[in-house]
């Protein structure tokens, strides 16, 4: 069964950081592009970061360049989406989706997702 399970969520100060992991199960990473999306309360979800499946390529959010850092390790069939500066707005439901590119908007299968919370 194909699965993607976020983990790494949680509560951190204004400029702290998180990494967040997706792991895949049931199927081989490596040929899958990971787009990481996030939902903040009361706003429509939107894309943050994607990076190919060889890795070579990556995309960022302008809200979030500078900041964040993707990254895979196919070798162990996950993901990562390294937070850092994180700011309030940056508060939401982080998923991870599995995609054939980054340049597509077609979804193969969406995580569960892990709630990021940036409050003092």
Not at 25 to 54: H, M
Not at 56 to 80: L, M, P, W
Request: charged share 15%; aromatic share 10%.
């Amino acid at each position: 069964q194909l699965q993607l399970v976020e983990s790494g969520g949680g509560l951190v100060q204004p400029g702290g950081s998180l990494r967040l992991s997706c792991a895949a199960s049931g199927f081989t990473l490596n040929y899958y592009a990971i787009d990481w999306y996030r939902q903040a309360p009361g706003k429509k979800r939107e894309g943050v970061s994607c990076i190919s499946s060889s890795g070579g390529s990556t995309k960022y959010a302008d809200s979030v360049k500078g900041r964040f850092t993707i990254s895979r390790d196919n070798a162990k069939n996950t993901a990562y989406l390294q937070m850092n500066g994180l700011k309030p707005e940056d508060t939401g439901v982080y998923f991870c989706v599995l995609k054939f590119s980054c340049g597509t908007d077609v979804v193969i299968q969406w995580g569960n997702g892990t709630t990021v919370t940036v409050s003092s």
